[in-house]
């Protein structure tokens, strides 16, 4: 196997109890036939009675962890292309003790199946705080650990690729064709400008590009960029092309691309 389909889905509350709804979504992503996928907002899951968890992983086919405590977001792989890593802590137990989340992240160490030597990688799922812009950047920061992980001696960590919903916004230059970044005196919904913004020490309010910066300076790619500036025909205009908003909660400012749920991945 020469390539790995990654997708990242944040379905809103996992549908809302909706179940025909929750099925549409699961049709969908069995049509993309995913290897890794990382997902956001699994309300429900993280309580055995409902069924829920086993519910997704039965519908999509694959194998999955889900995180810790209030169960928000999940890492889900395709056992006919990928396997358990057997290096140690392989789940990352440890991830219910970082003090820093409040939705905290899943992980796990994979290992492709089909290749002639062994090949190990993170898969991470996380969903950062939408509601303060220092929470965010302490997780982002914690986040950076998914890039440490060393096994048997090698000099180099292990790659990692993280999926998240990042609430925040991409940094650096724009691509060709992305929608621009917001300026705050754009938004007029005064709490999300708070929630998506902080304040410099001059009194000015600048949208929070901090994770992404963050995340970069620490070697990782933005994945849709990358495509953005390497791929051509129906790939780049997939990666530019603007998000649509959650009906309920949407904003004209929120017709431009944002850094959520866009993947990333370990820069080479």
């Given at each position: 196997m020469n390539r790995l389909r990654v997708a990242a889905c944040n379905f809103l509350r996992n549908g809302g109890g909706d179940r025909?709804?929750?099925?549409?979504?699961?049709?969908?992503?069995?049509?993309?036939?995913?290897?890794?996928?990382?997902?956001?907002?699994?309300?429900?899951?993280?309580?055995?009675?409902?069924?829920?968890?086993?519910?997704?992983?039965?519908?999509?086919?694959?194998?999955?962890?889900?995180?810790?405590?209030?169960?928000?977001?999940?890492?889900?792989?395709?056992?006919?292309?990928?396997?358990?890593?057997?290096?140690?802590?392989?789940?990352?137990?440890?991830?219910?003790?970082?003090?820093?989340?409040?939705?905290?992240?899943?992980?796990?160490?994979?290992?492709l199946l089909k290749t002639s030597e062994p090949v190990d990688f993170i898969a991470a799922s996380t969903h950062l705080r939408f509601d303060s812009s220092t929470q965010r950047l302490a997780e982002a920061e914690c986040t950076t650990r998914f890039g440490d992980r060393r096994i048997g001696g090698r000099p180099r960590p292990l790659p990692a690729i993280i999926t998240g919903d990042w609430n925040s916004y991409c940094a650096g230059d724009p691509v060709e064709g992305e929608p621009p970044t917001p300026r705050p005196e754009e938004i007029t919904d005064r709490r999300h400008l708070v929630h998506r913004s902080y304040l410099l020490p001059s009194g000015e309010r600048v949208m929070d590009d901090r994770p992404d910066?963050?995340?970069?300076?620490?070697?990782?790619?933005?994945?849709?960029?990358h495509f953005a500036r390497n791929a051509t025909g129906e790939t780049r205009r997939c990666a530019v092309a603007a998000t649509s908003p959650t009906p309920q909660f949407a904003r004209p400012e929120q017709a431009r691309r944002d850094a959520s749920s866009a993947p990333t991945c370990p820069r080479s």
């Open positions: 025909d709804c929750r099925q549409k979504m699961y049709a969908l992503l069995r049509s993309l036939r995913i290897d890794f996928l990382g997902r956001m907002e699994l309300l429900g899951c993280e309580d055995p009675s409902t069924g829920l968890w086993d519910e997704s992983r039965k519908a999509l086919g694959m194998e999955g962890v889900l995180a810790p405590r209030m169960g928000a977001t999940a890492v889900y792989w395709n056992p006919e292309t990928l396997m358990f890593s057997p290096t140690p802590d392989a789940r990352w137990k440890g991830i219910d003790h970082w003090p820093d989340w409040w939705l905290h992240p899943a992980a796990v160490t994979l290992r910066r963050t995340l970069k300076q620490a070697g990782w790619v933005d994945a849709a960029r």
